[in-house]
């Protein structure tokens, strides 16, 4: 294990890798990749890997679009020689009261205000019919939907980011749970690994999930933020028929088809467990299995393959905590992501590369400093699943 770096990176999720690829493309050397477990084997690795521009925040619109225009080239960019199953068929966002359809045309304005090329769009419910067959559309007042939305196979983009990295030069260490950050008068100078490794560096990026919490403490910084389990599942694979994520904010369910066929299944249960726990339940499956029939009926004899949980990183705001701290110089932040994370990998690790380099990032994401949440400024994101 390397002695000294000019930086190392606490967690090896898509963020963690995505940072390390930007920043040995700007040509800084010596990074340290730190993985407590696996690659991906966080919040990466678990989650439901969507992609969308659909949002209700100006900076998550702007973050969103940029992400997803660098992963339609990414494969290119980084000489990777997988298919990544970057799916963009849409999403469609269901809304079941009058007042919900209202709030997705309002998101659907800023969107489009912000988005050229591929608008949103509202669907009336004649329109999910025709769209979607087998949709059940009792109940639905409309839907918002954008074709340029979808999602991708969250272990090969990770592992597409730390295989280029790794060729420019990085150094990633796998089960190395970090278990101290070193500083001399309010400045990084090093972190300390599980297994009595220290690595000396002036920079360190917190880029580890929920665990982040405990990483800020390891600086002395209390984040605003706590761990929620969120369980998923998948089917045997069908015949495709759905070439879209579908989501239904009212019930808290989304469900998609992925490249192979499989329907992946997931819940935004209010009621969720706030702990590092990430068993699966058989509550979970069932209050799956009665929201998707509901919805779609023709899949009530699918069969379940496997389940699995993972967990959100959640702030108050529901938005991430980016960039350098005052307390603590060379401690840069990338956590809190609340479910919207790996969507924003690609952009992200480029602006906080711009961001560690000195440079003025090209889209400004100051507003989801740390001081927000002393000074009250918070940035509330309304479309959280």
């Known amino acids: 294990m390397l002695k000294n770096a000019e930086v190392v990176i606490i967690g090896g999720g898509v963020h963690g890798c995505s940072i390390a690829y930007n920043l040995a493309k700007a040509g800084v050397k010596d990074i340290v990749v730190l993985e407590k477990k696996y690659l991906g084997s966080g919040g990466s690795g678990r989650s439901a890997a969507g992609i969308r521009q659909q949002f209700g925040t100006e900076i998550n619109i702007r973050l969103s679009t940029e992400s997803i225009r660098i992963m339609e080239n990414l494969t290119e960019e980084l000489e990777y020689p997988h298919d990544m199953e970057l799916m963009q068929n849409g999403y469609t966002m269901l809304a079941f ?21 591929c608008r949103t769009e509202i669907l009336t419910p004649e329109d999910l019919k025709e769209k979607f067959p087998l949709l059940n559309t ?11 939305d979808g999602h991708i196979c969250p272990f090969h983009l990770t592992n597409a980011y730390a295989v280029a990295a790794k060729r420019l030069g990085v150094k990633f260490y796998t089960y190395q749970e970090v278990v101290n950050i070193h500083s001399e008068k309010a400045r990084v100078t090093g972190v300390e690994t599980k297994s009595g490794h220290i690595i000396n560096t002036p920079v360190v990026v917190n880029a580890a999930g929920p665990e982040g919490k405990q990483v ?10 706590y761990p929620e389990r969120h369980q998923l599942l998948v089917t045997e694979p069908l015949d495709m028929f759905l070439y879209s994520m579908v989501v239904s904010l009212a019930h808290g369910i989304y469900f998609k088809q992925t490249a192979n066929g499989s329907m992946l299944m997931g819940l935004n249960d209010p009621h969720e467990v ?15 299995a009665k929201k998707v029939i509901s919805h779609m009926p023709a899949l009530r004899n ?21 960039g350098p701290v005052d307390e603590m110089e060379g401690f840069y932040m990338d956590v809190g992501w609340s479910g919207h994370g790996l969507m924003l990998g690609a ?9 560690i380099t000195g440079k003025e990032p090209d889209i400004d994401i100051s507003c989801l400093h740390f001081n927000r949440f002393k000074t009250g400024d918070l940035v509330p994101e309304p479309v959280c699943f």
């Open 347 to 355: 952009v992200i690790g480029r602006l906080m590369t711009q961001i």
């Open 216 to 225: 800020g403490r390891m600086v002395g910084l209390e984040i605003p933020m």
């Open 302 to 322: 699918t069969r379940v393959v496997r389940q699995w949980a993972g967990l959100y990183d959640i702030t108050p705001d529901h938005q991430p905590v980016l």
């Open 97 to 117: 009261s009058e007042s919900q359809l209202e709030q997705l045309a309002e998101n659907a304005r800023l969107q489009n205000s912000l988005i050229s090329g």
């Open 274 to 288: 706030k702990d590092f726990n990430e068993n699966s339940t058989c509550e979970f499956i069932i209050e799956v």
């Open 138 to 148: 009792e109940g639905i007042y409309g839907a918002s939907f954008n074709r340029r």
